[in-house]
Antibody, heavy 119, light 108 residues
């Protein structure tokens, strides 16, 4: 059974930093790209960042480029999101998600971790 | 950026009736379109990928259609557990996913 468990969320002041983690199990983590998607309170879904299986290719939404860094440790079956220079508009539930077997849709999702940026 | 527009924003339907949700892309995404269901406090759940293929475990009352720029999600006979928010997503130009703004399906 595929499981994705996010952690690391919390309350942080504007300008602060936070590191999110996503622990994966139930599939061959090292064979798949991975994604971070966020959802602000009461709002829709927004893609944040993606990383290829070997970390060769990394992509960011314009809204986080230069502030967030995605990474992975295939030996630990873990995905990370280092978030720096946080802003109020980064307040959201952050989900990690796997791609599908037949395309780059988001097949499995974690339960999410809430990041609140507030003074 | 490909913009995804869903309509209506809110749809009120009675249990047992049919619901039709629409999603339009600002440019062609071929059949690279997915639908998700999200209930309060839960992560999104994949329903449909490839515009019309049901994900594992998704009941047959859910069906997707369309290609190019116009897509439809149909729920043939609404059950109580189907009332939720539904999102479409294009993945034609991975990883620059874009999602629609969502349609809230509520009980009439």
């Amino acid at each position: 059974e595929v499981q994705l468990v996010e952690s690391g969320g919390g309350l942080v002041k504007p300008g602060g930093s936070l590191r999110l983690s996503c622990a994966a199990s139930g599939f061959t983590f090292s064979s798949y790209s991975m994604n971070w998607v966020r959802q602000a309170p009461g709002k829709g879904l927004e893609w944040v960042s993606s990383i290829s299986s070997s970390s060769s290719y990394i992509y960011y939404a314009d809204s986080v480029k230069g502030r967030f860094t995605i990474s992975r440790d295939n030996a630990k079956n873990s995905l990370y999101l280092q978030m720096n220079s946080l802003r109020a508009e980064d307040t959201a539930v952050y989900y990690c998600a796997t791609p599908g077997a037949y395309g780059d849709y988001c097949d499995y999702w974690g339960q999410g971790t809430l990041v609140t940026v507030s003074s | 950026e490909i913009v995804m527009t869903q309509s209506p924003a809110t749809l009120s339907v009675s249990p047992g009736e049919r619901a039709t949700l629409s999603c339009r892309a600002s440019q062609s995404v071929s059949s690279n379109l997915a639908w998700y269901q999200q209930k309060p406090g839960q992560a999104p759940r994949l329903l449909i990928y490839g515009a019309s293929t049901r994900a594992t475990g998704i009941p047959a009352r859910f069906s997707g259609s369309g290609s190019g720029t116009e897509f439809t999600l149909t729920i043939s006979s609404l059950q109580s557990e189907d009332f939720a928010v539904y999102y479409c997503q294009q993945y034609n130009n991975w990883p620059l996913y874009t999602f629609g703004q969502g349609t809230k399906l509520e009980i009439k």
